[in-house]
C-alpha cells in the first residue's frame, strides 16, 4: 500500500509560483512541510493508533538481517519516525519550521508589547 497523495503547487522554474519558494515540493506556504503533515493527518492518525495498538497487544517489528545469517532483528524505530518515513516528512524540516513559527510569535508578541506601551 503506498501513502496517499499530497498535492503540490506546481512549480515554474525551479521556483512555486505563488510564493516564489525554492524547490520541487513547495506548497505555496510559509511552513510548507507543516502542511504536508496537515494534509495527512487522518491517515497517520489512524495508522499511528493500529501501530499503538499492535504494542499494546504485545506485537513487536522486526527485520531480516542479511549480515547476521538472515536472523531477525527487532525494529526499535519509534512510531512518529515510522509515520514520517512512510508518508515522506522530513522531521529535520518541520523542527526547523517551528522554530520559524516561534520565533514569528516571539517578534509579534514584542511588537503588541511595544504597541501597548506606546499606547499605539
Known amino acids: ?3 496517499p497523495q499530497i498535492t503540490h503547487v506546481k512549480i515554474k522554474h525551479g521556483r512555486c509560483s505563488i510564493c516564489g519558494h525554492h524547490g520541487a ?10 502542511d504536508r503533515l496537515k494534509s495527512i493527518s487522518e491517515y497517520s492518525q489512524q495508522i499511528g493508533a493500529f501501530l499503538e495498538w499492535l504494542q499494546e497487544d ?4 522486526a527485520r ?16 512518529p519516525e515510522r509515520l514520517a518515513r ?3 516528512i522530513d522531521q529535520n524540516k ?7 513559527m516561534l520565533a514569528a510569535i516571539r517578534v509579534e508578541s514584542a511588537k503588541q508589547k511595544i504597541r ?5
Do not use: W
Open 1 to 3: 500500500m503506498t501513502p
Open 25 to 34: 515540493d513547495c506548497t505555496g506556504s510559509e511552513y510548507p512541510e507543516h
Open 58 to 61: 504485545g506485537v513487536v517489528l
Open 64 to 79: 531480516i538481517s542479511k549480515r547476521n545469517g538472515d536472523r531477525l532483528l527487532f525494529d526499535h524505530q519509534s512510531i
Open 86 to 88: 512512510y508518508f515522506g
Open 94 to 100: 518541520l523542527e526547523a519550521e517551528k522554530r520559524e
Open 116 to 120: 501597548q506601551e506606546l499606547a499605539i
